[in-house]
């Protein structure tokens, strides 16, 4: 089975192996306050660094999930409450977790403004031209940038915020049960301003062990490892960056001009909010339906909608652990399956 799902998504090949010599060579079963392990993990956190061009002044943090970071920045760098504008699903989910956490009375309470760059529920995204226009028009806040479906996958202007943050399970082309958790001096000096350090992952606890490439808890130790191989083996992110957008493009077209004749179209019209990474495609619910069970039945997964479109929407991951091969029998699958269910 080929999968597109948006995540969790591919894996990288290679992770089979780099899995298997993790287990044969006993690196799953260290001791994380080995000096072995605090090795990889110091591995891991410079291979992130150097293939994603994360400034020397940016810290790297290692945590759980993505949604575990929705909670560290709210917990530990949010004063007073934050402010979410939002396109989708996960936008709006962390707009509610938050608050439920920090809850919002007046708009202008608030200290940290907090953005999805790539809204996986619906195939948007904020360019860093928009990020740019964000962080002169709310200088004084903090901007914390949900990345999940984009990290690893395009290239960012680290500068334009002060926490990014991206499970692994898409771009990286890793298992899932890991994230990335990036933050700036000033995020960390608003951390010490506010001082919460009352649970296991508040940011300065995370800061002082990472400090020492050590976790506060028994972490994810296979996950820590394939982020290292996986980083030490993918192109720079320049290199990367081009091939996603060559793709997008590529898809995009191929919608536009090749399937004119079939029951579906782009679901975001707008050129300039059309994500990189996630192509959102639209249809009735009838033929939404029948091309995710023929496409199953042909060994392709594509993923299901989300939210409000779960069900006339079906979606494609482009990432970068997906074959130029791979995505060619998804467009032919397309180009032989859609007229079929124009007739019907």
Same mark, same amino acid.
């Given at each position: 089975?080929?999968?597109?799902?948006?995540?969790?998504?591919? $894996?990288?090949?290679?992770?089979?192996?780099?899995?298997? =010599?993790?287990?044969?060579?006993?690196?799953?079963?260290?001791?994380? /306050?080995?000096?072995?392990?605090?090795?990889?993990?110091?591995?891991? #956190? /410079?291979?992130?660094?150097?293939?994603?061009?994360?400034?020397?002044?940016?810290?790297?943090?290692?945590?759980?999930?993505?949604?575990?970071?929705? =909670?560290?920045?709210?917990?530990?760098?949010?004063?007073?409450?934050?402010?979410?504008?939002?396109?989708?699903?996960?936008?709006?989910?962390?707009?509610?977790?938050?608050? /439920?956490?920090?809850?919002?009375?007046?708009?202008?309470?608030?200290?940290?403004?907090?953005?999805?760059?790539?809204?996986?529920?619906?195939?948007?995204?904020? /360019?860093?031209?928009?990020?740019?226009?964000?962080?002169?028009?709310?200088?004084?806040?903090? #901007?914390?940038?949900?990345?999940?479906?984009?990290?690893?996958? #395009?290239?960012?202007?680290?500068?334009?915020?002060?926490?990014?943050?991206?499970?692994?399970?898409?771009?990286?082309?890793?298992?899932?049960?890991?994230?990335?958790? $990036?933050?700036?001096?000033?995020?960390?000096?608003?951390? %010490?301003?506010?001082?919460?350090?009352?649970?296991?992952?508040?940011?300065?606890?995370?800061?002082?062990?990472?400090?020492?490439?050590?976790?506060?808890?028994?972490?994810?130790?296979?996950?820590?490892?394939?982020?290292?191989?996986?980083?030490?083996?993918?192109?720079?992110?320049?290199?990367?960056?081009?091939?996603?957008?060559?793709?997008?493009?590529?898809?995009?077209?191929?919608? =536009?001009?090749?399937?004119?004749?079939?029951?579906?179209?782009?679901?975001?019209?707008?050129?300039?909010?059309?994500?990189?990474?996630?192509?959102?495609?639209?249809?009735?619910?009838?033929?939404?339906?029948?091309? %995710?069970?023929?496409? %199953?039945?042909?060994?392709?997964?594509?993923?299901?909608?989300?939210?409000?479109? %779960?069900?006339?929407?079906?979606?494609?991951?482009?990432?970068?652990?997906?074959?130029?091969?791979? #995505?060619?029998?998804?467009?032919?699958?397309?180009?032989?399956?859609?007229?079929?269910?124009?007739?019907?």
């Amino acid at each position: 089975m080929i999968t597109f799902y948006p995540g969790p998504s591919k $894996i990288y090949p290679q992770v089979a192996d780099y899995a298997a =010599e993790a287990c044969r060579s006993g690196i799953v079963s260290m001791n994380h /306050r080995s000096p072995e392990f605090m090795a990889i993990t110091e591995g891991a #956190i /410079r291979a992130v660094r150097e293939q994603l061009n994360v400034p020397d002044a940016y810290h790297i943090a290692l945590v759980s999930s993505a949604t575990e970071c929705w =909670e560290i920045v709210a917990q530990s760098l949010t004063q007073q409450t934050s402010l979410h504008p939002y396109s989708g699903a996960f936008g709006k989910k962390w707009l509610e977790y938050a608050h /439920r956490l920090k809850p919002m009375h007046q708009p202008d309470e608030a200290d940290v403004l907090c953005i999805v760059q790539n809204e996986t529920s619906n195939g948007t995204q904020v /360019r860093m031209s928009v990020l740019a226009d964000f962080r002169r028009d709310f200088p004084d806040a903090l #901007i914390a940038v949900d990345a999940v479906s984009s990290m690893a996958g #395009i290239a960012f202007d680290w500068l334009l915020a002060d926490v990014w943050f991206a499970s692994v399970q898409k771009c990286f082309g890793l298992p899932a049960g890991l994230a990335v958790f $990036i933050y700036s001096p000033r995020a960390l000096q608003r951390a %010490k301003e506010i001082g919460e350090n009352a649970h296991y992952n508040s940011l300065l606890f995370l800061h002082e062990n990472f400090a020492k490439f050590q976790t506060p808890y028994t972490p994810n130790g296979l996950g820590i490892y394939l982020l290292k191989r996986v980083m030490e083996q993918v192109p720079p992110i320049a290199a990367v960056d081009a091939l996603t957008k060559r793709r997008a493009a590529a898809w995009y077209r191929f919608v =536009e001009r090749e399937m004119t004749d079939s029951p579906f179209q782009l679901l975001v019209n707008d050129p300039s909010l059309r994500s990189d990474t996630v192509i959102a495609i639209e249809g009735s619910e009838t033929a939404i339906g029948a091309v %995710k069970k023929a496409a %199953k039945e042909a060994g392709l997964l594509l993923g299901n909608g989300y939210g409000d479109w %779960k069900n006339t929407t079906f979606r494609i991951a482009n990432f970068p652990a997906i074959t130029d091969d791979e #995505i060619e029998a998804l467009k032919e699958f397309l180009r032989g399956v859609t007229p079929k269910l124009q007739l019907r």
